[in-house]
């Protein structure tokens, strides 16, 4: 078929909610921005691990260290299913792997800062899974289709991470003044790192408008931020905390909560490599993907054996 008629039927189908399935054609740009965005998520979920695997051998009880490892699993589950939609748009696992850890791919910035406590655990639960929820409702309708699907799965789990996240934070704010000192700092220093997850405002991101027009996102950076600076400016109340932001304030014209400046050069600075564990991060990962080298080989080995036994058969 003529490129313009490939053209005209795919431009149908975005425009007529009709979801792109992975042998369908596809503009070449349409492929590479998914796969940039699709595997810079996978890479957040398995680097996302590695802040909150800091505190399972410290949890404060049998059952918080049973949930904490549930959840930390999850992510883990979150990141095969996006290296698999990944896969879909022709990339192999390896080379989405070797670009993370050549520092070619990126991944959000949020796990890039250090887990101090334990209520960084109620923070990060509340906050970072909060924000990432918000993000990933919107992309359960994204027009690729693979990518749509695994949203579907990943958002259901999402939500028992915020709620388990909001729980030890409400433990800890009705406890000692220590435990509610230690749950204000927390949510101290997790704040704007978690409004920066959206990513760069409207005007300065390179890749919102073409994404929005493939409807591979549906709502931009901004619209995102504000839906969850509106949602976590009502649920801090039940804490009775208080947001680390003396601008926020409720907005009657606009029906939403004004906010404070973001501090674009911090995000940034992380972005690039350099926030205060980029370094440790990477070499963690690395050196988890070199230590697991054996069972790599082992289940290509036990593969082999098991076809050549159907062979026989
Ligand atoms: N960190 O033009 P835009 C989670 C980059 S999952 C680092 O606006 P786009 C679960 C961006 O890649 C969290 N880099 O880009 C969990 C681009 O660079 P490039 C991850 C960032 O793609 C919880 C450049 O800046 N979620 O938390 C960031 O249209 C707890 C220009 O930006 C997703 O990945 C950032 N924050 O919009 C796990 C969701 N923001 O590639 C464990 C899917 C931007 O051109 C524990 N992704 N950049 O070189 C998305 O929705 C989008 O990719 C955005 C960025 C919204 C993140």
């Not at 959840?71 to 879909?88: F, M, N, P, R, V």
């Not at 749950?183 to 890749?207: K, V, Y």
């Amino acid at each position: 078929m003529e490129l313009k008629k490939l053209e005209e039927i795919f431009q149908y189908k975005i425009d007529n909610e009709i979801k792109i399935e992975p042998k369908d054609w596809m503009p070449e740009a349409y492929r590479k921005t998914n796969i940039r965005q699709i595997s810079q998520h996978a890479h957040s979920e398995v680097v996302g691990m590695l802040p909150e695997g800091n505190w399972i051998t410290r949890a404060p009880s049998l059952k918080r260290k049973a949930i904490l490892l549930a959840k930390i699993q999850d992510e883990a589950g979150h990141g095969l299913y996006l290296y698999s939609a990944a896969e879909t748009l022709g990339i192999s696992r390896d080379e989405m792997i070797d670009q993370l850890h050549s520092g070619k791919a990126k991944y959000s910035s949020i796990f890039n800062y250090p887990t101090l406590t334990w209520a960084d655990m109620g923070a990060i639960g509340w906050l970072v899974d909060g924000a990432a929820i918000v993000n990933q409702v919107m992309l359960t309708r994204t027009s690729y289709a693979p990518y749509s699907r695994g949203m579907v799965r990943i958002c259901k789990e999402e939500s028992f991470h915020q709620r388990q996240g909001f729980d030890i934070l409400y433990v800890l704010s009705k406890g000692t003044k220590e435990q509610q000192a230690m749950c204000q700092d927390a949510i101290n220093r997790w704040w704007w790192p978690s409004l920066m997850m959206f990513g760069p405002t409207d005007s300065e991101s390179a890749n919102t408008e073409q994404s929005m027009k493939w409807k591979i996102k549906r709502k931009t950076n901004d619209e995102l931020r504000q839906q969850f600076v509106d949602m976590i400016a009502e649920q801090v109340k039940v804490l009775g905390m208080t947001l680390p932001d003396p601008d926020l304030k409720w907005n009657e014209k606009t029906s939403s909560y004004d906010f404070g400046a973001i501090n674009w050069d911090e995000f940034w600075n992380v972005v690039k490599g350099n926030g205060p564990c980029n370094k440790q991060r990477l070499n963690a990962r690395r050196k988890a993907h070199e230590n697991g080298a054996w069972v790599r080989e082992a289940a290509l080995a036990h593969a082999r054996k098991q076809k050549e036994k159907n062979k026989a058969a």
